[in-house]
């Protein structure tokens, strides 16, 4: 048995092997039984990753069907739904000052009955008096409605609630303050209707 000596390592011929190293030769028996081995292992690991697929993936086409019409159902309605909804606020907009206006109309037959008082009166108290009641009843119709008027006359003049149209010297004590009221301001509960025309003190 002869041993050759290759960088240092003696290298049996007959065996194939290194001395203490522990490596199979090819010779004798072919390496490529080895790959074959290994391709089969990795083929068979591949079998069982594809039979563990989700079970989503393997759904019957029947119920791939009965989701698809569950979906164009809920397309349907969703677009009944919308249309309505649009038609709803069109109502809504065009409709929706009645009950205000409804309110209002007593007010009117009450300033008609009073306008044709005064052609037939010459009682200037009793006119001014039936004005009075009428101006206060459109107030208590208004009030109802949660429209309220904006307090000016005497009050710090603010920019969110007051639309200075002038100003005026009016002493010291009445500076940056509401001295007059040319027009009443209103709200609707916190919103602003009509900012309140005032002349400032200065």
Known sequence: MTKEKVY??????????????????????????????????????ADEAAEQKPAEEQKPAEEQIDWRDKYIRLQAEFDNFRKRTLREKMELVQTGGSDVLKAILPVLDDMQRATDASEKSDDIAALREGERLVVQKFIDTLRQKNVTEIEALGEDFNEELHEAVARFAAGE?????????VQRGYRLG??????AKVVVGE
């Open 173 to 181: 004590d009445k500076r940056g303050k509401v001295i007059d009221v």
């Open 190 to 195: 916190d919103k602003i209707l009509r900012f």
């Open 8 to 45: 240092n390592q003696e290298i049996n011929e007959e065996t194939g092997f290194n001395d203490g190293a522990g490596y199979p030769s090819c010779e004798g028996e072919p390496c490529a039984n080895v790959a074959d081995e290994e391709h089969s292992e990795t083929a068979n690991v």
